[in-house]
């Protein structure tokens, strides 16, 4: 479970970091950007959430 809530959290920042260069490259690749970091931040909160439950049942 460790591994998956670290390879979700590894998946949301490198989401969030491809919303950047495709808010950087796209004239207007605002909109994207907006998409991209929302479901790049969702999936970074979900891994948390699993690290989290996993600490927490391993106590």
């Known amino acids: 479970m460790f591994i998956l809530a670290k390879v979700l959290q590894a998946l949301g ?3 969030v970091g491809f919303a950047l260069y ?3 490259t796209q004239p207007h690749g605002m909109g994207k ?3 991209f970091t929302g479901i790049g931040i969702l999936v970074f909160l979900a891994g948390y959430i699993v690290e989290v439950l996993w600490a ?4």
């Open 33 to 35: 950007e907006y998409e």
């Open 56 to 59: 927490r049942g391993r106590e």
């Open 22 to 24: 495709v808010g950087i």
């Open 13 to 15: 920042i490198a989401d």
